[in-house]
């Protein structure tokens, strides 16, 4: 018996600090930071080839009359990321209706500063890599990774100002979505019109399942596998089916929340009321299913879906893409070209471009009178903010591999964007440090 209480006296307390650990806002970022450094140490060891055979592992994709065939890598890069980034447009839509980029006045700073700070590091890109064949890479360092950047921010605690935590915040996802829109217009091979008419239809389904209110999971499910099938083969690339079908996907519930605590409450009382009779347990378990059905109907598809996936795609797919990609064979002659022009690029367009463009904006905005700084925030905290707004691991790394097919620049475009993401964490978080009200002792 003591065997016994001991065992799950661990357990709860394991379980308890797993919840704990999920829990964190800091959790995502140092995950993926475990499985970065996992994957650079296994292609770096005696078992290198059992990394490349994981890779290169055919998955097989089969679905009626559908037959996929895909290598583990393409699979987690065409597939599983469809869903990180459905997860990215559902955040994008939710602030666009009631978050942060839902008025003109929250929104223009962000904007502002989240397309300039595109523009720092693409033009430095181009200053060294202008005129070249590695010049496709200009859209590498330009995306923020809104996991590592909103995560560091949460190491400082308290110290951070609401404000500046909700500017970062709506920044980033602005910044996500001029990323997706870099990646459909300029990472697009050759088109087939077919399949892009068909990925057209069935998008037009989607929005007129949305007018009609069609709140049902499984029709968004069909029809969002259909429509990423349409764009795998229309030459756009397929993570873009997961930003389209989250524009599609209702952000209105069936129930307002007021009819809800109105009629819940008389099924609660249903369902409390003491039984006597075979008809009236039968009418306790009805009201049962009827608050059950009500529960689901209170919260919008929107919700539901960016919920159920949440942890999914920071616990899952974020980390297993980093073990895909951030792989990274390190000898002499990859570390001497550090300071070649595509290196330079990508890290002094992180950690130079991501600062320069975004603390411009952000001046030029408040000194013309176009918008104005956030409560409490102050012109040096918002500069190291825009230092962390440099770190661009997962959006980087995604681009990385679309615009580089040659293996020897795609080696050097990843360590670059390691090297430029750690600098911008480790120089942006010293400088928040310096520049947020000491913490108070008690």
């Not at 895909?324 to 000898?331: C, M, P, R, S």
Request: glycine content about 8%; aromatic content about 8%.
């Amino acid at each position: 018996m003591t065997a016994t209480r001991q065992i799950r006296k661990l357990t709860d307390g394991l379980q308890s600090s797993f919840n704990e650990f999920f829990g964190r806002s800091t959790s995502t970022g140092i995950t993926i930071l475990v499985f970065t450094a996992i994957a650079i140490v296994w292609i770096n060891s005696p078992f290198h080839a059992l990394y490349e055979a994981m890779l290169h592992q055919p998955i097989e994709v089969v679905f009626a009359r559908l037959h996929l065939a895909f290598t583990f890598e393409h699979f987690v890069n065409d597939g599983l990321m469809v869903i990180f980034f459905l997860v990215v447009g559902l955040e994008i839509k939710r602030e666009m209706l009631v978050g942060e980029l839902s008025s003109r006045q929250k929104a223009l700073l962000p904007m502002i500063a989240a397309v300039m700070g595109m523009i720092g590091p693409a033009a430095i890109y181009l200053i060294y890599n202008a005129g070249t064949d590695a010049a496709r890479g200009w859209g590498v360092p330009v995306a923020t990774d809104i996991a590592f950047a909103l995560g560091i921010l949460a190491l400082l605690g308290s110290r951070v100002p609401l404000g500046l935590k909700v500017f970062l915040a709506a920044l980033a996802i602005v910044d996500d979505l001029l990323a997706v829109l870099v990646i459909a217009v300029f990472y697009t091979a050759g088109l087939n019109a077919e399949m892009l008419l068909l990925a057209g239809v069935i998008t037009a389904i989607l929005f007129l399942g949305n007018r009609l209110r069609i709140n049902s999971i499984t029709f968004y499910v069909i029809f969002g596998f259909a429509l990423w099938i349409a764009v795998l083969f229309s030459g756009i690339h397929a993570t873009i089916a997961g930003v389209v079908l989250a524009m599609c996907i209702p952000a209105d519930a069936r129930i307002d929340r007021v009819s809800f605590f109105t009629k819940s409450r008389d099924l609660l009382d249903r369902i409390t009321r003491r039984t006597e009779t075979d008809e009236d347990e039968g009418t306790q378990v009805d009201a049962i299913h009827a608050l059950e059905s009500m529960c689901e109907h209170v919260q919008s598809p929107l919700h539901r879906i960016e919920h159920g996936l949440g942890r999914i795609v920071s616990f899952g797919i974020m980390p297993l893409f980093a073990l895909v990609n951030a792989g990274v064979v390190i000898d002499f002659s990859l570390v001497s070209s550090l300071v070649s022009p595509v290196s330079l690029g990508i890290a002094l367009g992180l950690f130079i471009g991501k600062q320069l463009g975004i603390t411009t904006a952000v001046w030029a905005s408040v000194k013309l009178g176009i918008a104005r700084l956030p409560n409490g925030v102050s012109m040096k905290q918002m500069y190291g903010v825009s230092l962390l707004c440099g770190v661009g691991f997962t959006m980087a790394l995604f681009v990385a591999h679309l615009a580089f097919l040659e293996p020897h620049h795609l080696d050097i475009a990843k360590l670059s964007i390691i090297a430029g993401s750690t600098i911008s964490a480790i120089i942006g978080s010293l400088v928040l440090r310096s520049v947020l009200p000491k913490p108070r002792h008690t």
